[in-house]
């Protein structure tokens, strides 16, 4: 399990690297190579670390292991086939580990991040949409259970696609340079990892790595159903190159703009799963 | 924080999640019980790695004073 933890954060950390990379050929320029997430991490770990006058330091350090232990937990979850309840609610612990490292840090470009993180929770609206959609088919929140009816019946991605285009709304908003990162967007410098920096960084890196491929892992799990290993690593890239292109080409939304489209989507698959639910009823 | 009680903590942290991984595959522990330890002490394995590297070694590098 250990070696699926490491194997994890650095599939994850060059899904970044690639992420940038991607991007940048796009916009026309050559980007960094795409191991650079790897080495940044491992760079970070060599800076001088400190934590600054202002921060509330038992929560400065400590939602930095929250933030690995709950993406480790996501990926146990994964790995084991367990409820896609408690994917979920990690998903919504990761909203209050990105809400606690910007107003621990004391700083005011943390707190705007912070205070982003509270008003961008729409982007977990379409999550709430995907899990009740795949219950209404599978009758179940195991993925073994998931993984068993699409053996049986084929890949939810046809049986219920605005409930993937859910789940992807929720991967984009949670990818780096996306249109809804609001929470990071340059005019508050880093926003809520603004004061994070060294070795808090480095662990950050590790766990947003995690969170990168256990988002990327759950998609093609839950919508595509079980594949050999290698070929879910291909579906995983594809799906991330094709989130890459939505960011190289879309510029940051305002923060009421994304909680508005966050919003709508979760709209549109609300009333699809109420069609589906008369449907099924 | 000391270097060699990072390197300490760092060992032991690592120790856990190869026993926690070794226990989980053999069927030695309960899943939950591996799983819990292995959550537990990753996150504490990543961070102390990073201090261990950090930590200063007693000579500190003499600061740049300008030209």
Redesign the interface.
Known sequence: ???Y?IFGTFVGLLFHGIHRKVIARIQGRPGPPIWQEILHTLK??????WIPKTASQTLF?WV??????IW??AL?VLV?RGSLLLLFGIYLLHKIVEHGMGLSSGSPYGKFGAIRSVMSAASELPLFATVGAIYLFTGSMMLTDILAWQTEHGPLLVFAFPAAVALYVVILSKMHYSPFAIIESKEIVSGNMTEHF??WR??LE?AFGLKTYVLLYAFVLLFLGPLPFLLVLALMLLLLLSLSFVCAFSPMLSPYDTVTVQSLTMGIVAVYIVIVGVLFA | MKRENALLITIAAGAVCLAAGAGWRTGYLAHWLAELLLIAAFPVFVLFLGLWWNASEGEEDIPFLGY
């Open positions: 399990m250990f070696d933890l970070f770990s060599f800076k001088q670390t350090v930095v292991l929250v933030a690995i232990g480790s937990a146990v084991t060294g070795v480095a662990g590790v």
